[in-house]
């Protein structure tokens, strides 16, 4: 392990100014030093374009208005069966969301709160289009997002249904009745594949 003096040694910088390299070689992933600054090099260039930092412990309400305002637009054309805009604007909230500072306090408790319903919303989306990967996916990181949300394992074993996957499907349907022992969605579900 490099001490930090040693470290310091290692360590160049590009004639820009903007990268991190390895002094020896210039580059900034160098096998000879056993360096990699790819990461710190990326993390830079993102926060090089912040032009104001928000005010400590204050959340951007603009952003949870925005995110609120896709998710509804979303659902607008859900209703309508326009399944193709709904997930147009469910993905742009996603990406909304996701794209919130770090440093924002309570960022990832927004983020978990605002991504599961929207995640769930566009898998729907996903299924009602067949696109039953798709909706897996988005019905997946539903469940990890928000565990004891039972909407998200219907929304699971619905997508594995149509992968054909019938037994993890019932898997996920019970692990949702776990959660919420009286939804009739997960019990109808239940018995539509035979368990």
């Not at 929207?118 to 067949?130: D, F, G, M, T």
Request: glycine residues 6%; negative net charge.
């Amino acid at each position: 392990m490099m001490t930090s003096i040693q470290l310091q040694s290692e360590v160049g910088i590009s004639n820009d100014g903007d990268k991190i390299l390895c002094k020896v070689h210039g580059l900034e992933k160098c096998n000879k030093c056993q360096v990699d600054w790819t990461d710190h090099n990326n993390l830079t260039a993102t926060l090089k374009h912040v032009k104001d930092l928000p005010a400590p412990n204050a959340p951007n309400p603009t952003r949870n208005a925005q995110v609120t305002r896709l998710k509804e637009e979303g659902n607008k054309y859900f209703k309508q069966n326009n399944y193709i805009e709904a997930i147009r604007f469910y993905t742009m909230a996603v990406d909304l969301s996701w794209s919130r500072p770090l440093w924002e306090p309570l960022a990832f408790q927004y983020v978990r709160e605002e991504l599961a319903p929207v995640l769930s919303n566009r898998s729907a989306a996903y299924l009602s289009l067949e696109n039953y990967v798709e909706a897996y996916v988005d019905a997946e990181m539903v469940t990890r997002l928000k565990r004891e949300w039972s909407k998200g394992w219907f929304r699971k074993g619905k997508a594995l249904v149509g992968l054909g996957r019938v037994a993890e499907a019932a898997e996920a349907f019970e692990t949702g009745l776990r959660f919420d022992h009286e939804s009739e969605e997960l019990v109808k579900a239940l018995a539509e594949i035979g368990h």
